[in-house]
C-alpha cells in the first residue's frame, strides 16, 4: 500500500540535500511555470510528477503505487536522474516527449532534406534532441 509523500520523505535519508548549483539549475530550467513564469512547483512537487508519470504505465493501481514511491525515493536521494526531456515533460499537460535523442535518415534530394529538417523542428519543439544519420 501506498505510504503518504509525508512518510515517504521521513523513510528518505534526512541528510540528502542539493547543492545550490542543483537548486538553481532544477529552478532555471526543470520546475513548471505558470504563464507570468512564475515557478508553481517545489523541487519535490517535480520529482513527485516525474514519479507519478512514469509509474502511471502500470494498469494496477497497487503496482502503480510501489513503482511511484520507489521513483520518487531514488529521484530523491539522487541516487538516479533521468535526462531532461523527462523531467521536463513527465507529467505536463502541454508536452509527452520523454525521450532525449532521435536518430533521423536523410537522402540526397530536396524533398528528403526538408523533411528530415521539418522532423528535426518538430523534435526540438517537444525538447527532443537530432543526429542526422548521413550514411
Known amino acids: 500500500m501506498l505510504q503518504s509523500k509525508m512518510e515517504i520523505e521521513k523513510n528518505i535519508n534526512e541528510n540528502v540535500e542539493f547543492s545550490e548549483n ?3 539549475t532544477l529552478k532555471s530550467r526543470y520546475l513548471k511555470r505558470d504563464n507570468q513564469l512564475n515557478i508553481t512547483e517545489t523541487i519535490e512537487e517535480c520529482f513527485e510528477r516525474v514519479a507519478r508519470h512514469i509509474s502511471n504505465v502500470e494498469l494496477n493501481k497497487e503496482i502503480q503505487d510501489i513503482w511511484f514511491k520507489r521513483f520518487y525515493e531514488i529521484l530523491i536521494s539522487k541516487k538516479f536522474m533521468p535526462n531532461s526531456p523527462t523531467i521536463m515533460n513527465a507529467g505536463n499537460e502541454k508536452r509527452g ?35 542526422i544519420n548521413f550514411s
Open 22 to 24: 542543483a537548486k538553481i
Open 97 to 131: 516527449c520523454l525521450s532525449a535523442c532521435f536518430v533521423l535518415p536523410i537522402e540526397d534530394s530536396l524533398e528528403s532534406i526538408f523533411d528530415t529538417l521539418k522532423n528535426t523542428a518538430l523534435v526540438f519543439r517537444e525538447g527532443g534532441g537530432v543526429g
